[in-house]
Antibody, heavy 120, light 109 residues
Framework: QVQLQESGPGLVKPSETLSLTCIVS????????WSWIRQPPGKGLEWIGY???????NYNPSLKSRVTISVDTSKNQLSLKLNSVTAADTAVYYC??????????????WGQGTLVTVSS | SYVLTQPPSVSVAPGKTAGITCGGN??????VHWYQQKPGQAPVVVIY???DRPSGIPERFSGSNSGNTATLSISRVEAGDEADYYC????????????FGGGTKLTVL
C-alpha cells in the first residue's frame, strides 16, 4: 500500500527557512492531492496546505505569505518550504494523501511525521 | 474560517460506549471525518464521510452527523482505544478548506 516518509532537518534557526520532503512509495503521486499538516508539541492538528500532482496549490491563509508546497512527479515526492520561521513553527510536520469524494476530502494515509524545532 | 469544537476530554469505563462530539455551524450539511492518534504516532482515519469505516477499523467505531453536531461513537470500549480523536471537515467554499477540531482525549478508566 501507499507509504509516505517525511525527511529534513530537525533543527532550524529562527528567521531561516524550513525545508521538508515527503517521498511517496508503493503508489503514484499522480492523480491525487497531497497535504502538509503540522502539530505543535501537545497541541492539535493544523492544515498547512495542499498541492495537486499537476502543481496547483492551496494554502492556509494564516501561513500563505511564508509557505510554498511543490511536487516532483518524476521523483514521486512533494516538498514544503516555510520561510522566516519562529519558535511558533516548532511542530511535528506530516504529509498526507487526500482522498476525495463529492465535495469533501479527508487524509489517508499519513506519513510518520518529522519533528522540526526552531531554535538558535 | 469554519470552526469545529470538541470537548477536551471524555472518560469511559471499559465495555461501555463513548461518544465524542464535534460541533460546528450547520455541520450536518458537511461531511465529517474522524482520526485516532495514539501517543507518538500519526493520526489514522477511523471514520470518513460521516459514518463510513475504512477496512481494518472495528465495527465498534461508528459516526453520525446532524444539525450542529457530529458524533463519533465507540462501543464496547477497550483499553487500546485510549487516544486523541480529531474531527475534520473540508470547507470547499472557504479559502481555508482543511479544518480540524481541537481534539478530544479519550481516557479509558
Amino acid at each position: 500500500q501507499v507509504q509516505l516518509q517525511e525527511s529534513g532537518p530537525g533543527l532550524v534557526k529562527p528567521s531561516e527557512t524550513l525545508s521538508l520532503t515527503c517521498i511517496v512509495s508503493g503508489g503514484s503521486i499522480n492523480g491525487y492531492y497531497w497535504s502538509w499538516i503540522r502539530q505543535p508539541p501537545g497541541k492539535g492538528l493544523e492544515w498547512i496546505g495542499y498541492v495537486y500532482y499537476s502543481g496547483s496549490t492551496n494554502y492556509n491563509p494564516s501561513l500563505k505569505s511564508r509557505v510554498t508546497i511543490s511536487v516532483d512527479t518524476s521523483k514521486n515526492q512533494l516538498s514544503l518550504k516555510l520561510n522566516s520561521v519562529t519558535a511558533a513553527d516548532t511542530a511535528v510536520y506530516y504529509c498526507a494523501r487526500q482522498e476525495s469524494s463529492w465535495s469533501t476530502n479527508w487524509f489517508d494515509p499519513w506519513g510518520q511525521g518529522t519533528l522540526v524545532t526552531v531554535s538558535s | 474560517s469554519y470552526v469545529l469544537t470538541q470537548p477536551p476530554s471524555v472518560s469511559v469505563a471499559p465495555g461501555k460506549t463513548a461518544g465524542i462530539t464535534c460541533g460546528g455551524n450547520n455541520i450536518g450539511s458537511k461531511s465529517v471525518h474522524w482520526y485516532q492518534q495514539k501517543p507518538g504516532q500519526a493520526p489514522v482515519v477511523v471514520i470518513y464521510y460521516d459514518s463510513d469505516r475504512p477496512s481494518g477499523i472495528p465495527e465498534r467505531f461508528s459516526g453520525s452527523n446532524s444539525g450542529n453536531t457530529a458524533t463519533l461513537s465507540i462501543s464496547r470500549v477497550e483499553a487500546g482505544d485510549e487516544a486523541d480523536y480529531y474531527c475534520q471537515v473540508w470547507d470547499s467554499s472557504s479559502d481555508h478548506p482543511g479544518v480540524f477540531g481541537g481534539g478530544t482525549k479519550l481516557t479509558v478508566l
